[in-house]
């Protein structure tokens, strides 16, 4: 569980820092995919228990102390979506592309919607998406389109991301 955890905010916290660096050379209207969501949903949709959430959570924090975001807005919005996709964890199978990309778009509408209702208590520290605009759609676009391709990476190092108990 502890090393499933750990493997799970490495591997978040490394994909933030290649979304920081790299990603932004294939930019659209400044939008990169969020592959650090990725990688908490699919660790709390393969993890039937608190791994996820607790890789959500702690990789939120870190990804707070290394970015501009008020401290606590990353661990919210990363719980909130890795609680919500450990709920449905064992409900149905996941296919190779057509369920990956409704998580990727599905996570990104969470994260703007978590995003919003925090936007709405915090105004002053805190700018929402905006539910017409382009920049929201490209993202969940993205995150769509590479979820497919990143569960299968995270699928070939399964023992890493998933606790045995949990494998199948």
Known sequence: ????????????????????????????????????????????????????????????LLQDFISSAPLGFNAFVRTLVSFGFNLISGSFYIDRILMPMLFGAVSTLIKAAATAVLAVAFPAFIHGYNLLDRI????????????????????????????ARNRG
């Open 1 to 60: 569980m502890l090393r499933t955890i750990l493997v799970a905010v490495a591997a978040s916290v490394g994909c933030s820092l290649l979304q920081s660096t790299w990603l932004q050379s294939i930019a659209v209207y400044a939008v990169i995919p969020d592959l650090a969501l990725l990688v908490v949903v699919y660790t709390s949709f393969q993890n039937v228990r608190a791994e996820g959430i607790a890789a959500g959570f702690l990789s939120g």
């Open 136 to 163: 929201l759609w490209i993202e969940t676009a993205y995150n769509a389109v590479l979820a497919p391709i990143l569960f299968f990476i995270l699928g070939l190092l399964k023992p890493f991301f998933v606790t």
